[in-house]
């Protein structure tokens, strides 16, 4: 189990930053079958641009079933939760 402690990375206001943490996703998933766990703890708001990196655009190239099975978000609030689960839904739209 490999965890991001996404609070390190504040703010979370840019799909830069969602482009970097979401890159470093990729790379554990690509040198370990670990799972991948995004840990929000301490994080209140981050921006739609950057939760569309770490859900949508994620999703699509490790695809959405790996995306499943591998990674997983902890100490979301209910505005996070609201977040990702919506791009989440999107996304889920689009593989079918």
């Known amino acids: 189990m490999f965890t991001i402690e996404l609070k390190e990375f504040k703010p ?8 970097k943490i979401k890159d470093m996703v990729k790379s554990q998933l690509e040198q370990n079958d670990d799972l991948v ?3 929000f703890d301490g994080v209140d708001v981050c921006t739609d641009s950057f939760m569309q990196q770490l859900t949508t655009i994620l999703s699509h190239e490790i695809t ?3 995306f499943r099975k591998r990674i997983k978000f902890t100490n979301l609030n209910d505005f996070l939760k609201d977040l990702v689960k919506s791009k989440l839904f999107s ?6």
Do not use: M
């Not at 996304?91 to 079918?96: H, I, P």
């Open 12 to 19: 979370l206001t840019s799909h830069q930053i969602g482009i």
């Open 37 to 39: 766990i995004l840990n």
């Open 64 to 66: 959405f079933d790996t």
């Open 91 to 96: 996304a889920s739209k689009q593989v079918a």
